[in-house]
């Protein structure tokens, strides 16, 4: 008698796992799903617009853009852009095999520049400038009123996670056709340390004034260059001016990053730029 409720025992147990086996998943997966529907949950991500990026020296950086602008149609003063016969255009859109300029429509990230940040954080830097003689002293301050701000990104193709991000800021149509005297006209602004990359300045001294090997200097040790050798272009028709002297620093990949510190005589118009 035992032996037989036993063996029922044993096959009501075998039913059950049978039964379990089969309905149980589905049972599971429903209720589950009951849980889970028609529920919000708040989780923090990490935004894959914000990307990635490499940390990179101040070489680096300033190698990847100067590459970037190169790789562009670079708007600079009307007197230069007349040289060149571009009217002044800037053709953002011809992008080279390896590097590209774009504009970067994504919100700053971590401890980049805001819209609301950069006019003060331009301004930071133009005195900076002043105080280490590289700007003169009367050159007035940006503000959002005067001036348009637009963010870049300067990639490395190749490999997109070496970036640079940048601001730009151009004095607006409206106060060029009027006051251009002490003003900045077009400035590259590194949109994570604030520091100046390039600039076009109106000015009132004339290139006699200008002392562009202390410059170079001043404007090296402001971003942590390293030292500044003279350059000796191999084309002497690249620039528009006779006023001008050329440096390189030590960029990568045993390359070098070309700066030009120069002067347009006439419109008093001061500039250092690192695209040729």
Known sequence: ????????????????????????????AKYQDRYILNRLEARTVEGESEGYRYTLNNNEKLYILSKCLNSQSLPGSEQN???????????????TESYAFVVNHRDPVAQEITDEEIYE?????????????????????????????????AIFVPEPRNNVPVWKLSLSAGIQNADRQNRLLDVY?????????EFYVRTQLTWENIDPDAMIRAWGDYLGLG????????????????YYCKYSFEGMENDITVVTIGFYEGINELFLKISR
């Open 121 to 153: 954080s331009c301004n930071q830097g133009i005195r900076e400038l002043m105080d280490l003689g590289i700007l003169p002293d009367t050159v007035k301050e940006t503000s959002a009123s005067d001036y348009t701000a637009v963010r870049y990104s």
């Open 1 to 28: 008698m035992h032996k037989i409720k036993y063996n029922v025992c044993v096959v009501l147990l075998a039913a059950v796992m049978v039964v379990l086996a089969v309905w149980g998943p589905e049972a599971l």
């Open 189 to 197: 602004i590194d949109a994570d340390t604030g520091k100046i990359y």
């Open 81 to 95: 852009n007349m040289a060149r016969g571009d009217g002044g255009g800037a053709g953002y859109q011809d992008l």
């Open 227 to 242: 030292e500044a050798k003279a350059y000796e272009s191999l084309n002497p028709l690249e620039e528009t001016t006779p």
